[in-house]
């Protein structure tokens, strides 16, 4: 039986061809991420390595992977686009294999295309995954979470601490429920500064989003983001409430917080 590739942007909302296939998503490399790729199936998930950032945490999941018994590779994000699985598909560099990949003949320095071919004998069928505890917590007019996916109407209005990267995908969702403000992961900027591109989305929508720098936070965790974060880059929704490169993440929730409806 022929094994199929899936290329998409983000790996929160997945077909259910995923199941058995080989999934090349546009989201970083942490544990949040891969567990969505196992929890859907996939038989090898290649992400973005979210600029590897702090304690690693851009490549944390493959980790996790193995030991659920995933394949897994990840994707320098100097090489494609970070939320976009089409570009890491297209030009993207392998820069991080675990060792299920590795046994499939994955390596550093391989195109993606190349790896996402060498994947399809990864071991199949496994086990899926037990239930990832939700990675959601509140305080006031401050909601934290790991993925923004995780946000909804609930938050419009609150101030949200995302563990997500700050790409496309991360914006339109944010775009969506309407936050006072939303914080991401810059994933290390990355080529076209890609792990930033979803502030202008927010822009757009009169929306204040920052992101913090992918070596002070651990992306893919929203509270690091919160507590740990300094910010990298603004849009200009967020500079107007008092956002600057170089400050703190925590103090200006807080200050937005504060001031919300």
Not at 43 to 66: F, K, M, Y
Not at 131 to 137: D, F, N, Q, S, Y
Not at 179 to 200: C, K, M, R, S, T
Request: glycine share 14%; with cysteine.
């Amino acid at each position: 039986m022929s094994v199929a590739v899936i290329v998409v942007p983000s790996v929160t909302k997945l077909p259910p061809e995923t199941d058995g296939a080989v999934l090349v998503g546009g989201s970083h490399g942490a544990v949040y991420a891969a567990y969505l790729s196992a929890k859907a199936g996939a038989r090898a998930a290649i992400h973005n390595d979210a600029g590897i950032g702090r304690d690693e945490a851009g490549v944390s999941g493959l980790v996790w992977a193995e030991q659920h018994g995933m394949a897994m590779a990840a994707v320098a994000t100097a090489s494609a686009r970070i939320g976009d699985g089409a570009d890491m598909m297209r030009r993207g560099v392998i820069s991080r294999a675990n060792r299920l990949a590795a046994a499939c003949g994955v390596v550093p320095g391989q195109t993606v295309a190349d790896a996402a071919e060498r994947l399809k004998a990864a071991p199949w069928p496994r086990p899926r995954p037990a239930p990832l505890a939700e990675g959601r917590t509140l305080s006031g007019r401050i909601v934290c979470v790991d993925s923004i996916s995780l946000g909804d109407r609930r938050d419009r209005g609150r101030v949200v601490a995302s563990g997500s990267h700050g790409g496309v995908p991360a914006g339109e969702t944010a775009a969506a429920f309407e936050p006072a403000l939303a914080l991401f992961n810059d994933a290390g900027f990355g080529i076209e500064q890609a792990g930033v591109a979803g502030l202008a989305i927010l822009e757009k929508a009169g929306i204040a989003g920052v992101t913090v720098g992918t070596l002070t936070a651990r992306i893919g965790n929203g509270h690091s983001t919160l507590m740990d974060g300094l910010i990298s880059e603004t849009n200009e929704a967020a500079y107007r409430l008092g956002a600057r490169v170089g400050g703190s993440a925590l103090a200006l929730a807080l200050s937005v917080a504060e001031k919300a409806p």
